[in-house]
């Protein structure tokens, strides 16, 4: 596993150590033997783990820097992309949340087996912790890969982003008609849509979208709404 990571990250012009390849393999590892007893990711053959979760997640690097920066991954569920990311960047501050507690607590265990030291988990719906101070308004990236609409996306993430941050969500396939119907959700959560940067994960034909907000302005403290509104009622 270790060959084949150092040689995509080469395509893709990432610097990877040889300890960081370490960590991937045991984070791997660590994944499979937990994937036996709980659901964690259909994805586990090698090469796939490697290319759709791993160059997936890091992908991100080759056009933004997170060095330095406090970023919360929302939705993160087995820590995708949090957990690369956090291994890749080790002078970054990472909050990988997660609504079930189970992901959590494996988290925790992946982040100590792998020697990641940056690196909090914690088990909280986003519309909840969203109203924690210690939480809201407090990241310079908020990063999600999480399957959902760009107007529930917003309400759920833009409340952790800091004025002047971004959120950034992974996405696939043409997305052209959510971003419109997501433009009223980006004028009531103080969000603008700068940009999406495209590409396709080495060596096959699977196009991914990088889709990036900017926070311009202080949010209403009646956002995020009540638990579940988001997604039953998108902006």
Same mark, same amino acid.
């Not at 596993?1 to 660590?30: A, D, P, R």
């Not at 956090?86 to 988290?107: E, G, H, T, Y």
């Not at 792998?114 to 909090?120: G, M, N, Q």
């Given at each position: 596993?270790?060959?084949?990571?150092?040689?995509?990250?080469?395509?893709?012009?990432?610097?990877? =150590?040889?300890?960081?390849?370490?960590?991937?393999?045991?984070?791997?590892?660590?994944?499979?033997?937990?994937?036996?007893?709980?659901?964690? =990711?259909?994805?586990?053959?090698?090469?796939?783990?490697?290319?759709?979760?791993?160059?997936?997640?890091?992908?991100?690097?080759?056009?933004? %820097?997170?060095?330095?920066?406090?970023?919360?991954?929302?939705?993160?569920?087995?820590?995708?992309?949090?957990?690369?990311? %956090?291994?890749?960047?080790?002078?970054?501050?990472?909050?990988?949340?997660?609504?079930?507690?189970?992901?959590?607590?494996?988290?925790?265990?992946?982040?100590?087996?792998?020697?990641? =030291? %940056?690196?909090?988990?914690?088990?909280?719906?986003?519309?909840?912790?969203?109203?924690?101070?210690?939480?809201?308004?407090?990241?310079?990236?908020?990063?999600?890969?999480?399957?959902?609409?760009?107007?529930?996306?917003?309400?759920?993430?833009?409340?952790?982003?800091?004025?002047?941050?971004?959120?950034?969500?992974?996405?696939?396939?043409?997305?052209?008609?959510?971003?419109?119907?997501?433009?009223?959700?980006?004028?009531?959560?103080?969000?603008?849509?700068?940009?999406?940067?495209?590409?396709?994960?080495?060596? =096959?034909?699977?196009?991914?979208?990088?889709?990036?907000?900017?926070?311009?302005?202080?949010?209403?403290?009646?956002?995020?709404?009540?638990?579940?509104?988001?997604?039953?009622?998108?902006?």
């Amino acid at each position: 596993m270790k060959n084949l990571l150092k040689e995509i990250c080469e395509k893709i012009e990432i610097n990877i =150590t040889e300890e960081q390849c370490g960590q991937f393999e045991l984070f791997y590892q660590f994944l499979l033997e937990k994937n036996k007893v709980m659901n964690l =990711t259909a994805i586990t053959e090698k090469n796939d783990v490697v290319m759709k979760h791993f160059i997936d997640s890091i992908y991100i690097l080759r056009n933004i %820097s997170l060095s330095g920066k406090k970023i919360i991954d929302v939705g993160t569920g087995a820590g995708f992309p949090g957990i690369p990311l %956090s291994i890749m960047v080790p002078d970054a501050q990472f909050v990988l949340l997660d609504s079930l507690n189970k992901r959590v607590r494996f988290l925790d265990e992946a982040s100590e087996i792998c020697k990641i =030291t %940056s690196v909090e988990a914690i088990h909280s719906r986003a519309e909840d912790a969203a109203r924690d101070e210690n939480y809201r308004e407090k990241f310079d990236f908020v990063l999600s890969r999480a399957v959902a609409n760009m107007s529930t996306l917003l309400e759920y993430c833009s409340p952790f982003v800091k004025v002047g941050g971004q959120f950034i969500s992974y996405k696939s396939g043409q997305v052209d008609e959510e971003l419109k119907a997501a433009r009223h959700a980006e004028k009531m959560l103080n969000c603008k849509y700068m940009k999406s940067i495209d590409f396709v994960l080495p060596d =096959t034909d699977m196009e991914r979208k990088l889709v990036i907000y900017e926070k311009n302005g202080i949010l209403s403290e009646k956002y995020p709404r009540q638990a579940g509104k988001p997604k039953k009622e998108p902006l």
